[in-house]
């Protein structure tokens, strides 16, 4: 499949946008990098005169948009979904990639949704949010001045998503409903066999699903996988059952 392919599974999903206004650029951003499913999460009403004045000729990205009321609705039957953050913390993901990486990325990543997450224009993802995320990008912007508004970091997003990417890999992966069981399997497995010395699964399950994510899983793979960690826990009980 060609670029365009490629570049038609691409979702922006706006994480409760402030104001119609900011929408409506975004909806610009969109439609000029042939980009148009866009996602709002939460329950906020927008006035459409204030999208519609700055959307103008891309209004209709507005008009046919999706609305969920949280994010994991909004993201399940993605194969990749990219949080967008400058900011770094304890709860945060272990590194950050560049926008071209993210393109490349992308680009080896098989058939299915891919869901690029932007938060508050004020504070941007939380960061629960951000760990339903598989992987990071920042923009690299100047230590003087770091911030962008919603939609000029959609623009930069979408430019080079419409300019560098390749064309579409013909297969299906793993989406992250898929993914979110194989890693509670994961982390299930590891509580079987005494691993945890504190409360540590929930975190053990998200390093699991962040980088099976990155591996892009088939379902064929992610089957002898989530095999490979039964069986592991079964041997254990049985042998300490033996004893």
Known sequence: MGQQENLARIRIVLVEPQDGANVGSVCRAMKTMGIEQLVIVGNHEYDSNRVKTLALHAFDIYEKHQRYSNLSSAVAD????VGTSRRRGKNRKYFAITPQHLVQRISQTGDGPVSIVFGREADGLTDDELSMCHITV???TSDAFPSLNLAQAVQIIT????TELTPLTNWQPIDEQRLRQLALIIGESFDQIGFYKQNERTEVERFFRDILARATLSEKEAQRLQKMFIKMARLKIHKSSGQ
């Open 138 to 140: 920042k923009i690299p």
């Open 159 to 162: 430019y080079t998503l419409y």
């Open 78 to 81: 993605s194969v990749l979904i």
